[in-house]
């Protein structure tokens, strides 16, 4: 009986082993398919394109050093490649108008030809101010264009030692000169906004092209549509650049977060290249794009007949006012070859 | 030239002038974003 017991146990179990074999048979032939080694796996370009952001839970108690998110992966892709292209086609862009335009108009020249009587176009006092700008302007312009470009441009080409040490003291005249420019735009905007409201001269100065074009010369006060713009885009631009660089300099103070200061920075790049832009616009008619003109913040006075043909309007208050500066001469002008001539 | 040269030397006093405020207020970056758990540096 025992032995009968025995055998029928050994047939039960091989029963259930058979059953369980052939309930468990499918399961192994579908795992035995050919997979994706990665389809479980999480891709992180699809986990950031599916979630608009990725939740998360820190342990430092510094909640700013958070820098797991996806606005901080937008703001580094307008650092190192957005910001690139628009200071790369505003820059030079700029440069190369500037450079067909010097090559199929030349130096605009005193037309009459130099009176040999000079007038006051600036004071002693508004030379100062304007230098101190540009100045400041020039060296943050450089050491601005270095954090954006330089990695990029300057590196290979001097080297990594050189360029640290370049870059530290760009960095620091970066910061401190900006105390000097954030004066400099101040006493701009005091010292000559009543002569920048914009006016009827400037709209006719606009259609007439502010005589850049032929040899027209639209009438204007002090200053013409174009200066008025050049004051404005740095009172502006300076102001914009001035606020988001103390910012920048002082991270995170007044309970700015971390997007705050990617916003500051954003705007302080923007702002910075077009700004440059701008002013390579003006350094260019200031200096080589026009005969007589580099004298007003140079020496302080302008021949008579160049304030009659750029600024006609404001050569007559000043004549009605106190009359031409006889006393100093003025250097004939001498002939220049320009590409144009 | 009078007033470009002294644009320049006021651009250094200021800067000058700047440095010495900054270095009494900003501290340093890894004193500023860190706990005193943490240990930056050597």
């Known amino acids: 009986m025992a032995k009968l017991i025995a055998q029928l146990r050994l047939v039960a179990g091989a029963m259930a082993l058979a059953i369980i074999v052939a309930v468990a048979a499918p399961q192994v032939s579908s795992a035995q398919q050919p997979v994706n080694p990665t ?49 790369g086609i505003a820059i030079l862009g700029v440069l190369a108008l500037l450079v067909i335009f010097y090559l199929t108009r030349g130096m605009i020249r005193i037309e009459s030809g130099r009176s040999g009587r000079t007038v006051v176009r600036f004071t002693a006092v508004e030379r100062f101010v304007h230098w101190l700008t540009a100045t400041c302007f020039i060296i943050l312009a450089l050491s601005g264009l270095n954090i954006t470009f330089g990695r990029a441009l300057l590196l290979p080409l001097i080297g990594p030692g050189a360029f640290t040490t370049w870059s530290e003291f760009a960095k620091y005249a970066h910061n401190y000169l900006s105390f000097p420019f954030t004066i400099g735009v101040v006493a701009i905007f005091l010292m000559w906004i009543a002569g920048n409201i914009p006016n009827r001269v400037d709209v006719e100065w606009l259609k007439r092209g502010g005589g850049m074009v032929g040899h027209d010369h639209p009438p204007a006060y002090r200053f013409n549509a174009g200066q008025k713009m050049i004051y404005w885009i740095v009172v502006i631009g ?84 106190v009359g031409p500066n006889e006393s100093q001469s003025q250097p004939q002008a001498r002939p220049m070859a320009t590409p144009a001539e | 030239m009078k007033a470009f040269i002294s644009a320049c030397i006021v651009a250094i006093i200021v800067a000058g002038v700047g440095l010495f405020v900054l270095q009494s207020l900003q501290v340093p970056a890894d004193v500023a974003f860190s706990t005193s758990s943490v240990r930056l540096g050597s």
């Open chain 1, 39 to 87: 389809a479980n796996a999480v891709q992180e370009q699809q986990l950031l394109k599916s979630l608009k952001t990725i939740d998360g839970r820190g342990t430092i108690p510094d909640k700013k050093s958070y820098v797991l998110e996806q606005p901080g992966r937008d703001w580094r892709h307008f650092h190192q490649v957005t910001l690139h292209w628009i200071g």
């Open chain 1, 238 to 321: 300076g102001t914009a650049v001035a606020v988001t660089g103390y910012l920048l300099m002082f991270p995170f103070y007044g309970g700015l977060g971390v997007g705050d200061m990617q916003i500051a920075q954003v705007v302080h790049g923007v702002v910075a290249v077009l700004f440059v832009a701008a002013m390579l616009g003006h350094i260019y008619i200031g200096t080589i794009g026009m005969e007589g003109a580099f004298e007003a913040m140079g020496e302080g006075t302008v021949d008579v007949n160049w304030a009659k043909e750029h600024h006609r309007l404001w050569l007559e208050d000043e004549m009605g006012r």
